[in-house]
Structures are given as C-alpha cells and as structure tokens.
C-alpha cells in the first residue's frame, strides 16, 4: 500500500511506520474492544498513515463520525475520540457523553488529540462537566504526513492565516516539532538556510529545541544535506497564478484532498452491456492521485500540453501487448502472456481513467474564458499593463463569475505591480462591494494585511527588478521538452522555486539585492555533525535539500521542484515538506471572513 | 463481541494489570517492554502490510478498507440483536439531520455563543481549578501514568519548570504565583517556548488574575503574546474585551472591523440593520466609511422592498409578480444585484419611490455602466425589447435620436443573445459595432448573414464573399443576396 513511499532518495516510509507504532501503543493502552469516534476532518490525513485493518488488529470494532446528541449503538468497552484540539468539537464530545445511557453497560471514554493536547479544550471538556469521564487524554503528535517518496504535509489548512493574519506561531512550532522527529529519524541536517520572518522563527525553535533535548547524541547517520525554509509571503505570486501542470490542473478544477480527487461520473461509466449499462451513476467517482500508479507519476508533473502525446503512445504499447497474445504459440509463451495479464489489465484501467480526467481538462482549458483569463495571467507576470484597470477583470465583475476567481486577478496584479495606485485598487473595491456585497470588506482587509491586495507605496514598482534578476519570465518555453523550470506555468517560473534553484547553484550570495526586496531576513545556520556522522560525497552524488515551505505550496512548483532533481547535472535532489498542499482557489477561501 | 459479562471483567483485569506494570520504568518487567516493542516493530518491517496487497476499490473511490470507507461499513452493521436494530434505525433517521450540524473544518460558531452566554464575569476562573486538581479525584485511576508522575502536582516548580510542564501538556497549578513580576515572568517563558498552546493558558491565567489596565499595559510591549490574546479572544468570541483592547492600542481601524464583523452572526433582518446603523460612525477610513453607510442604507431599503413586494405578490393583483413569481427574498442582496430585482419588478416606477431604479442609481451612485449592464439583463431578460432599445437612444439639442452604449455595442449583443433575443433584434445592435473585425466576428457567431454579407460587400471583399457563401443553406434568402452581389457590376471588388 505505501511502497510508493520508498521510491525516492529518501526512505519515508520509515516515518509512516514510525507514526503507524505510535498509533498501536495507544490502541494497546485502551485495552478490549473499541469504537473510534472520529473528527470528520482526521479520517483523510489518517488514511494515509493507517487502513482499517490496522485499527481492527487492535480490537477496533466500529467506526463513527462524530456528530451531536447520542452515540451510536456499539457493544464495545472503550470509546475512543480522534479529534483536532478546536473547542466546537469539545461540545459536540461533551453532548455524547453526557446522553450516554447510565443504566446500559460503562463504557471508558478516551480522548485522543491530533496532533496536540489544548489546554484550552480541556477546560472547556472540565466547563461541561465532562472532563473527568475520560481516561486517557492523550495527544498524537501527527505533524508531517507523508503523502508521496517525496512529499511531506501537516495538512494544517489555517496556518497560513494563523502565521500572517494573526501572528499566531502555533502551527510554526509544529513544524518545528515535525522537523525535529525527521531529525531523530534521518540524523541531524547539518545545514539550514532559510528567507522570511517565519522562516526564522521556526529555525530559532528548533535549535533551541536541540539545545533542550540534552539527552543522548543523535547518532544516525544524516540523510539530508540540506534544510532550505521558505516563507509564502516571500513569493505571494506563485500560488495566484493558474498551474499548467497536469496534477495542478486537476487540483485547480476539481481539488486534490489527502491525494484523492472527485470527479464528474459520466466520463467513467462502465462500458460493459448488459443491465445497469444505461443507467449512469450519480455519486462522484473517486480516484487516488499518487506515484504508486506508473502511468501517473510519468505525467503528473508534465505540462498539460504534454500529456496528450504520452497517453496516445501507452495506448499503443498497451494494444499493442494485447496483441502478442496472437504471437503466443506454445504453452510457455502462453503462460508467459497470462502471467503478465494482470499488469497489462491495470495500466489499462490506469490509462482509461487518465485518457478520462484529460479529456476532462481539455474542456476547460479550450474554452474562450480560460484562454482569455490566462493571457490576462501572462500578462500581468511578464509586466504589461499592471498598473490600470483591467479590462478583463472589469467584465469579470460585471458578469458576476466567482468572487475567488476576480480576487485572485485582483491580488494577481497588485503582486505583479507592488502594490495598486490608490484609484485603481479604489475603484476594484467599489466595484467588488457593489457586486457581492458590503461584507466583503472584510475579506479585502485580510487580503490587504496578508499583503495581497495593498497599494503601492513610494510610488515604485519592484516586480520588474525582481522579474529581470530571478528571470521569473521566460519567452521561449518548451512544454513538450522542458529545459527550465517555467514549463510548468508555460512562462513563468516559480519564484519560490528559483530561489531555491539559486540557493544550490550559484548561491545566494549573487542575488542579494533581490533578496534585500523580498520580505524578510535571510539567513544560515550550521548544525555541528560529530566526525563519525560527517558525510564524505562521492563524485556526482546529489546533494538532499529538504525544503519547507511555511504557509503551503502548489502542485506546479512541487512538479517544478522534481524536474530540478531530475535534471542530469542538477546536483540537488529535492524532498518537500509544507503546512499545506494548495492552490489559489482554496488559499484566498481560507483568508476570507465567515460568519462565527 | 459475545464475551460475558465475566469475560469482560477479567479481560479488563488483566490487562488493567499490564498497563499499569509496563509503564513502571524500575520494574523488571519494562525490559518485556522493551523487547516487546523491539519484535513489534520488527514486524512491522518485515511482513509489513497485509495491506500491501492490490488495493481494492468500490466505486465511489474509497480503496475498501479506507478508514472513511469503514466508517460507513462499520457503522452500518449495527450488530444482530433485537436492540441493535433498534438502534440501527434510529441511527439511520438521525444520522442525515445530525450530519448536518457537524461543523465545517473552519467553522467556529458554537464557540462564541458558548462564551456568549455566560455573562457572570467570574465564568471564566475555573480553568486554574482544572491545571491545579489532582486527577485521582475526578478520573478513573490513571493505569497508564507512572507512579513518579504523581509528584508533579507538587507545588514548588519554578516558572520556567512550570512553562516546560504546561508545554508537555502535564497538569500544573499557576496559581502560586501572585506577584505582578511573576506573572510576567512566565509570560515571558511561555513566549520564548513558542508553543501557542502554553502562551494561551498563561494568558488566560494573567486575564483572570490582572486587571484590565494592567493586563494591556503589560501586553503593549509584549507584541507576540499581544497577538496571541487577540487571536485567543476572537476565537471564544470575547467581543468586548477586544474592543477594549483595540481602543486601548489605540487600533481604530480594527476596533471598526472587528465590531462590524458582528452584524454576520445576526440573522433577524431589522436587528442587523439597527446593528449596522451603529456602525456607521465607527472610526473606519473615509473610503470604507461610505462602504458602510451603503451598507447600512441598502438593508433599510431591501427591508422596505421587500415587505411591500412580499405583500404584492401574495395580493396577486400584480402581473409581473403573477407570471415571474420571486425565486428569493431581496434581504441581504448585494447592491448590483438588488438593481437588477428593481429593474426587473419596478423598472417603470417614479424617482420618488424607493424601489426605482434611478432613485437607486442616485442613491448609491452608480456609475452608468454598471447602471446600463444591469439594466439590460433585466429587460433582455423579459424580452421588454422596446426599453432596450430607449436604453441606448439619446436625443441631441436639434431632437435628432442617436445611439451610444456606454458599454460598447458588442457587450449588448452578447447580453441580449444571452437572454436569446431574435436575430432582427440583435442585428440591429450589431450593426452598431464599430469595430469592423469585431462585428464581422459577432455577426458570423450569431449568425446575422445580412451584416456579414453587408460588411463584405462594403469591403469589396469578394473572396470573403464566397467563402460566406459555402457556409448558408442551400436556396436560401441569403444565397440569393450573395450570389446578386456577386453578380453585381456596380462593385469594384478589391480581390
């Protein structure tokens, strides 16, 4: 089930089963049978970690989702409540078990926070009366996730507006902790570089983190080289722009949750005759997005132009081997064939299904609206015209198409043009408020303070520096072919990305007035390594950065990271840790304002 | 599942027995421990997974044996006994309703009307109560914990042993420090700690144990714990400390935001609007200052329109109510929006009444483009052709009638072939495009031959023409145009 994990250069799958013991010792503690009452929210992330067959091995009997009034019917002697540390959820908890039948058989309450204890929630829990019903409150410290060989998420979805909204640090110093238990499983990095406030943040936590920990030396040998930590609000650019990529499409129309996505069931109705045919399902049909399927990790990071050509080939090899049953003469060469059956049936199904999403895609991407939407992108990120009123985004309002997608234009060109003119971002407000409403202020406030959306002050426009200095914007692109990182936006290249590119190759010592622009200290530090942990490199090894990204990070600049590692004289082999897996679309929903 | 009663006791004993003894690190027995764990995780890697396995996949996706696809499973099979399913139906009829309450990840609503219903000011003083009980009173005996444990709810911590339990979640009692410099002091340690979790107690220990004048004294110079007890009263809801607060800092605009957000948690519309009214005067910028008086004059309106249309239309006396009967109330629309209802329900209504359009367009200063666009919808929309067309005419001093589209021409066909107005209706407005490649593409689109073979005629574009030509029916009106054109001598074609 998670060999895919194993694939990369570094072994995540020894995190998985580290977090997998750690979730069986506290089953065991909880002894007889049980039923886990769990936060809707948890079941995604732990899917990854965990199938059900686990938890039955431990006597988990029943399985419910966490909902007011009264418990379900279970027969078992614990209950057991996987829940997120948030107070809504304590009375919700509160109400089950004070509507606990009395006279029917006790039954032990446990709790079981994910990823950390609150004290606040325990004195709510102690203001319903309820806290002392329960007997083991514990916390699951499940801070990093591993979603792929590379690829790493807290899967916190407030962090971004906790960290720069709030200055709330909590979710910083969870990524503190998640890179300390990285630590203690792949050695200590010896190095870290890092750009941004928060970046710095979690950088002074862990070495004082290091300096506490005064117990034993961590004595196993270091896998990474190299720990590199990024604010998102050095490149607030990036994630507003629309991925070109294929997974960053698909997560751009239809969202990515914990590697599955949902998608409209008519493309994926069984072919087969007979009764049921005609009829199509209604429920949306659910797919796992991950490297453990071949034909995925190929083109899950190609430029979505590029995929067309590659499923057309498969389809040929596929039929193809389909073929050589006919070639099949004796009985071994039969046996032969059979015995590769199941293989061919599963790239088949794997090729359906993509053929599928891709026509899919194709449907909006041909449309006039994209065409006309990511020119407006293109051109804003090579600097045209950022610094009056759009027309396109005028008639975007004027239509009434998504808020999300007008804001996302909207803080789009306010990054590209440091900031609006007074009037302009006046007059898209105006407009704004008028068409969706007064509430909305709100929201543009978040944005503004976020940093978005603001106008220009000083009266000069950065981005131009920037662009020319990091060359953020590249003519000629080759998307079939890529040569740089820019494939994956069709032009532009992640400024997240370049940085990090930069970082391993000149160093960043050569762009040090751009770093002086963008927000935030930059800074080095080392950790001392005892001789016998010290690596000696072998001629043409790759370096290992791990690099962390505070606040999330898109698709398109995961798939721009992984064609770095994969360039022959790259020299640096990326691995990816982030608060958040995201795009534009659910990043500026997380910043807007709700009612309570 | 069918062990007794006695099964069950001594089940629970045994085990009750081995939790206790493995978690006492001088025992023995902690080296069972020890290599217990060391042959679990052997397993673990060696025949890791029966799992492994190709997956299996229903069709909604789930791989069977997810952990969301068991939880269905699992809780559909409710056991065989006669109570089982009596459960199980009671649980299928609540299951949908209290789906439906289960939160949203983000949201937090049942959190501030919690905190908003306790109104005695000493509610919040019994989280000290909880860090300072010993658990042997209120828990079932803790078998997990070690004996040494116990020790930990001694008294003499110092503050930066006390931080470092809070932040190991352990039960720890501030009580005991009553000194101003104290307190602070573990402020401090709690905020070099970083963990929000330890920062949040403490301040709400400091929040119960400080006066208001102090706490925020204090606060102003600790910027990061400042933030933290911002974040931690918006998040239960503390409305009035924070604007307390934000006056106190002397944050106006905020103070302004933060109560204004206030008026999403009302729901009766006159409340909202009577909340909304006083907002006006709160200390925002000039800009949003006007934003808000809108606001608050919007929802005065809507509450008028709306109590009179609801009246028409349940009356049926009214025609346009009769056959385009309201899909929804106008309360809390947006303002564009509350146009486009005027302009489709009271387009012909006096300046005087409030549910005209112009007396909305002067209310609210609408610029006439907005103004137009909506317009249009709404008329288009009713297929009210005639006041489309008195949209876009205007008069000059000599009374001679002119069009203009503040808009631009080829906005209007696009609307107006949006709400599928005749092609007689559209041509016309095509026409008006000024643009030649614009309305020759228009014209092709929605299918306006006359324009399209017009337009190349006054080209002279004969190749074009002809291509045209291959693309209308066979012996139809417009063959006969183009192929009479074609013929024509007057024409000096350019190709």
């Given at each position: 089930?998670?060999?895919?994990?194993?694939?990369?250069?570094?072994?995540?799958?020894?995190?998985?089963?580290?977090?997998?013991?750690?979730?069986?010792?506290?089953?065991?503690?909880?002894?007889?049978?049980?039923?886990?009452?769990?936060?809707?929210?948890?079941?995604?992330?732990?899917?990854?970690?965990?199938?059900?067959?686990?938890?039955?091995?431990?006597?988990?009997?029943?399985?419910?989702?966490?909902?007011?009034?009264?418990?379900?019917a279970a027969d078992v002697k614990n209950i057991i409540f996987f829940v997120r540390p948030r107070l809504e959820l304590m009375d919700i908890i509160a109400e089950n078990v004070l509507s606990e039948d009395r006279r029917g058989p006790a039954r032990d309450f446990h709790i079981l926070f994910v990823p950390r204890r609150s004290l606040l929630c325990e004195q709510r829990l102690k203001d319903l009366g309820v806290l002392g019903s329960f007997i083991h409150r514990e916390e699951y410290s499940l801070d990093l996730i591993p979603f792929d060989g590379d690829l790493l998420s807290m899967e916190s979805e407030a962090a971004f507006k906790e960290c720069y909204l709030e200055g709330d640090q909590t979710s910083l110093y969870h990524a503190a902790k998640g890179l300390m238990t990285l630590q203690a499983l792949y050695g200590t990095i010896p190095q870290i570089f890092g750009k941004g406030e928060c970046a710095r943040q979690v950088a002074n936590m862990m070495i004082r983190m290091k300096r506490e920990f005064t117990g034993s030396q961590n004595s196993v040998f270091p896998v990474f080289d190299n720990l590199l930590l990024l604010d998102r609000n050095v490149d607030l650019l990036t994630p507003l722009a629309t991925q070109l990529t294929y997974e960053g499409l698909i997560d751009e129309i239809y969202g990515i949750q914990n590697s599955y996505v949902k998608l409209p069931p008519e493309k994926f109705a069984p072919k087969k005759q007979g009764d049921g045919g005609k009829e199509l399902p209604t429920e949306a049909k659910k797919l796992q997005l991950n490297s453990a399927e071949e034909l995925y990790a190929e083109i899950r990071d190609k430029n979505f132009n590029a995929v067309g050509s590659v499923l057309s080939k498969k389809a040929k090899i596929i039929s193809a081997a389909f073929e050589e049953r006919h070639n099949a003469k004796t009985v071994g060469e039969i046996k032969q064939f059979v015995s590769q059956l199941p293989h061919m049936q599963a790239a088949r199904g794997s090729l359906a299904n993509h053929t599928s999403i891709a026509e899919l895609?194709?449907?909006?991407?041909?449309?006039?609206?994209?065409?006309?939407?990511?020119?407006?992108?293109?051109?804003?990120?090579?600097?045209?015209?950022?610094?009056?009123?759009?027309?396109?985004?005028?008639?975007?309002?004027?239509?009434?198409?998504?808020?999300?997608?007008?804001?996302?234009?909207?803080?789009?060109?306010?990054?590209?043009?440091?900031?609006?003119?007074?009037?302009?971002?006046?007059?898209?407000?105006?407009?704004?408020?008028?068409?969706?409403?007064?509430?909305?202020?709100?929201?543009?406030?978040?944005?503004?303070?976020?940093?978005?959306?603001?106008?220009?002050?000083?009266?000069?426009?950065?981005?131009?520096?920037?662009?020319?200095?990091?060359?953020?914007?590249?003519?000629?692109?080759?998307?079939?072919?890529?040569?740089?990182?820019?494939?994956?936006?069709?032009?532009?290249?992640?400024?997240?990305?370049?940085?990090?590119?930069?970082?391993?190759?000149?160093?960043?010592?050569?762009?040090?007035?751009?770093?002086?622009?963008?927000?935030?200290?930059?800074?080095?530090?080392?950790?001392?390594?005892?001789?016998?942990?010290?690596?000696?490199?072998?001629?043409?090894?790759?370096?290992?950065?791990?690099?962390?990204?505070?606040?999330?990070?898109?698709?398109?600049?995961?798939?721009?990271?992984?064609?770095?590692?994969?360039?022959?004289?790259?020299?640096?082999?990326?691995?990816?840790?982030?608060?958040?897996?995201?795009?534009?679309?659910?990043?500026?929903?997380?910043?807007?304002?709700?009612?309570? | 599942?069918?062990?007794?009663?006695?099964?069950?006791?001594?089940?629970?004993?045994?085990?009750?027995?081995?939790?206790?003894?493995?978690?006492?690190?001088?025992?023995?027995?902690?080296?069972?421990?020890?290599?217990?764990?060391?042959?679990?995780?052997?397993?673990?890697?060696?025949?890791?997974?029966?799992?492994?396995?190709?997956?299996?996949?229903?069709?909604?996706?789930?791989?069977?044996?997810?952990?969301?696809?068991?939880?269905?499973?699992?809780?559909?099979?409710?056991?065989?006994?006669?109570?089982?399913?009596?459960?199980?139906?009671?649980?299928?009829?609540?299951?949908?309703?209290?789906?439906?309450?289960?939160?949203?990840?983000?949201?937090?609503?049942?959190?501030?009307?919690?905190?908003?219903?306790?109104?005695?000011?000493?509610?919040?003083?019994?989280?000290?109560?909880?860090?300072?009980?010993?658990?042997?009173?209120?828990?079932?005996?803790?078998?997990?914990?070690?004996?040494?444990?116990?020790?930990?709810?001694?008294?003499?911590?110092?503050?930066?042993?006390?931080?470092?339990?809070?932040?190991?979640?352990?039960?720890?009692?501030?009580?005991?420090?009553?000194?101003?410099?104290?307190?602070?002091?573990?402020?401090?340690?709690?905020?070099?700690?970083?963990?929000?979790?330890?920062?949040?107690?403490?301040?709400?220990?400091?929040?119960?144990?400080?006066?208001?004048?102090?706490?925020?004294?204090?606060?102003?110079?600790?910027?990061?714990?400042?933030?933290?007890?911002?974040?931690?009263?918006?998040?239960?809801?503390?409305?009035?400390?924070?604007?307390?607060?934000?006056?106190?800092?002397?944050?106006?605009?905020?103070?302004?935001?933060?109560?204004?957000?206030?008026?999403?948690?009302?729901?009766?519309?006159?409340?909202?609007?009577?909340?909304?009214?006083?907002?006006?005067?709160?200390?925002?910028?000039?800009?949003?200052?006007?934003?808000?008086?809108?606001?608050?004059?919007?929802?005065?309106?809507?509450?008028?329109?709306?109590?009179?249309?609801?009246?028409?239309?349940?009356?049926?006396?009214?025609?346009?109510?009769?056959?385009?009967?309201?899909?929804?109330?106008?309360?809390?629309?947006?303002?564009?929006?509350?146009?486009?209802?005027?302009?489709?329900?009271?387009?012909?209504?006096?300046?005087?009444?409030?549910?005209?359009?112009?007396?909305?367009?002067?209310?609210?200063?609408?610029?006439?483009?907005?103004?137009?666009?909506?317009?249009?919808?709404?008329?288009?929309?009713?297929?009210?052709?005639?006041?489309?067309?008195?949209?876009?005419?205007?008069?000059?001093?000599?009374?001679?009638?002119?069009?203009?589209?503040?808009?631009?021409?080829?906005?209007?066909?696009?609307?107006?072939?949006?709400?599928?107005?005749?092609?007689?209706?559209?041509?016309?407005?095509?026409?008006?495009?000024?643009?030649?490649?614009?309305?020759?593409?228009?014209?092709?689109?929605?299918?306006?031959?006359?324009?399209?073979?017009?337009?190349?005629?006054?080209?002279?574009?004969?190749?074009?023409?002809?291509?045209?030509?291959?693309?209308?029916?066979?012996?139809?009106?417009?063959?006969?145009?183009?192929?009479?054109?074609?013929?024509?001598?007057?024409?000096?074609?350019?190709?």
């Open positions: 089930m998670a060999a895919h994990l194993s694939y990369g250069r570094v072994n995540l799958n020894v995190l998985r089963e580290a977090v997998r013991r750690e979730l069986r010792e506290f089953l065991d503690k909880c002894a007889g049978s049980k039923a886990i009452v769990w936060d809707e929210y948890l079941t995604g992330p732990f899917g990854l970690i965990a199938q059900y067959s686990l938890l039955k091995e431990h006597e988990v009997e029943k399985m419910f989702t966490l909902k007011g009034s009264r418990l379900p895609i194709k449907d909006v991407t041909t449309s006039e609206d994209f065409f006309d939407k990511l020119t407006m992108e293109q051109e804003f990120m090579s600097g045209i015209d950022t610094d009056k009123v759009n027309n396109y985004i005028e008639d975007c309002i004027a239509q009434k198409h998504p808020l999300i997608k007008v804001l996302r234009l909207v803080c789009l060109q306010s990054v590209c043009n440091s900031g609006l003119k007074q009037k302009v971002l006046d007059y898209y407000k105006r407009e704004i408020l008028q068409t969706y409403g007064y509430e909305h202020i709100l929201t543009l406030h978040n944005l503004e303070k976020a940093g978005l959306l603001k106008p220009q002050t000083g009266g000069r426009n950065s981005y131009p520096t920037i662009r020319k200095t990091l060359r953020l914007w590249m003519d000629d692109v080759n998307e079939q072919n890529p040569t740089d990182i820019s494939y994956v936006y069709s032009g532009y290249a992640p400024l997240s990305v370049r940085l990090a590119q930069l970082l391993s190759r000149p160093g960043w010592r050569s762009i040090e007035e751009v770093l002086r622009i963008l927000p935030g200290p930059h800074f080095e530090e080392r950790q001392p390594l005892p001789t016998g942990l010290q690596k000696k490199r072998q001629p043409g090894e790759n370096r290992v950065t791990l690099i962390f990204f505070l606040g999330g990070v898109t698709f398109a600049e995961i798939a721009a990271l992984r064609f770095l590692s994969q360039l022959e004289d790259g020299g640096t082999e990326y691995v990816i840790a982030t608060t958040k897996l995201m795009n534009g679309t659910s990043w500026i929903e997380a910043l807007m304002e709700k009612p309570f | 599942m069918n062990r007794t009663k006695g099964d069950e006791e001594e089940y629970w004993n045994s085990s009750k027995f081995k939790a206790f003894t493995f978690d006492d690190e001088d025992d023995e027995l902690s080296q069972l421990k020890e290599s217990k764990r060391a042959v679990n995780s052997l397993r673990d890697f060696v025949a890791d997974d029966d799992d492994d396995e190709l997956e299996r996949v229903s069709w909604s996706g789930e791989p069977v044996g997810s952990i969301s696809w068991s939880i269905k499973e699992t809780a559909g099979h409710s056991g065989s006994t006669q109570e089982g399913r009596e459960q199980l139906k009671n649980q299928s009829r609540n299951s949908f309703s209290s789906y439906a309450q289960l939160p949203k990840p983000s949201s937090t609503y049942s959190l501030s009307s919690f905190f908003r219903g306790r109104t005695r000011p000493g509610s919040f003083q019994s989280l000290s109560d909880a860090l300072s009980d010993t658990p042997s009173k209120s828990y079932a005996p803790e078998l997990g914990r070690p004996k040494g444990e116990y020790r930990d709810y001694s008294n003499d911590w110092s503050v930066s042993d006390t931080v470092r339990r809070l932040r190991k979640g352990k039960v720890c009692s501030l009580e005991r420090f009553r000194s101003l410099q104290d307190k602070l002091q573990l402020l401090e340690e709690a905020e070099n700690m970083h963990d929000g979790n330890v920062i949040t107690a403490v301040l709400i220990f400091l929040k119960r144990t400080l006066s208001k004048e102090i706490l925020f004294r204090e606060l102003e110079v600790r910027q990061v714990a400042l933030r933290h007890l911002i974040h931690f009263l918006k998040e239960i809801g503390d409305q009035k400390l924070l604007i307390d607060l934000f006056r106190f800092l002397d944050r106006t605009e905020e103070l302004a935001l933060s109560h204004y957000r206030e008026h999403l948690n009302i729901q009766d519309p006159e409340k909202r609007k009577e909340f909304l009214k006083t907002c006006i005067s709160l200390p925002f910028s000039a800009e949003d200052s006007a934003h808000i008086q809108d606001h608050y004059t919007l929802l005065e309106r809507q509450i008028i329109i709306e109590a009179n249309d609801r009246h028409l239309e349940s009356a049926g006396q009214t025609e346009i109510f009769r056959k385009h009967p309201r899909k929804a109330s106008i309360l809390n629309m947006p303002l564009v929006t509350t146009l486009f209802y005027s302009c489709f329900y009271h387009y012909t209504e006096a300046e005087g009444t409030f549910s005209s359009p112009i007396n909305l367009k002067k209310t609210f200063k609408i610029p006439d483009k907005q103004y137009v666009l909506t317009a249009l919808a709404a008329r288009a929309k009713l297929r009210a052709w005639h006041d489309v067309d008195a949209l876009f005419t205007t008069k000059n001093w000599l009374g001679y009638t002119k069009k203009r589209a503040p808009i631009g021409f080829h906005r209007v066909v696009e609307i107006l072939h949006k709400n599928s107005a005749p092609v007689q209706i559209l041509q016309e407005y095509v026409n008006l495009v000024e643009d030649v490649d614009t309305k020759l593409n228009l014209a092709t689109k929605f299918k306006c031959h006359d324009v399209v073979i017009d337009t190349y005629r006054d080209l002279k574009d004969r190749q074009q023409l002809l291509a045209y030509r291959s693309k209308v029916d066979k012996g139809s009106a417009e063959e006969e145009k183009i192929d009479a054109i074609l013929s024509s001598s007057q024409i000096r074609w350019k190709n």
